[in-house]
């Protein structure tokens, strides 16, 4: 899931410069946010019962991708930059993709990665 979660920072900066200390950095983070206090990280999956009709879900979540019109990112759109080169901005300006956020919410064990595929099409 790393992997796939890096697939959208590959035209950042910070991702540009060194992709493998970009990669250390995004682990860690992970791990701080994510692991227990052995650094296990848990994947949940739908299991299922009588109340949600064998579906193992129960209600529903957003994802969520908000583009704050920072400095960067308001002179990128000012000069008709394209669209890969303003989410590269946005991305080093902080900001996650429906599908970073998706994969985070798998993280908290929220939702898996079938449903946070299903919704992510691009
Ligand atoms: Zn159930």
Redesign the pocket.
Known sequence: MLDEYSTELVNTVTWKKDPAAAMKALYAEWRKLFADDKGQFTIYGP??????S?????GRVGLHELLIGTDPVKKAIQEHARVAELLAIALDEGMHTLKQDGMEKVLQGVTDMHQVRAVCIK
Not at 47 to 52: F, R
Not at 54 to 58: E, F, H, L, M, W
């Open positions: 299991v299922g019962c009588e109340k949600c064998g579906t193992g879900y129960r």
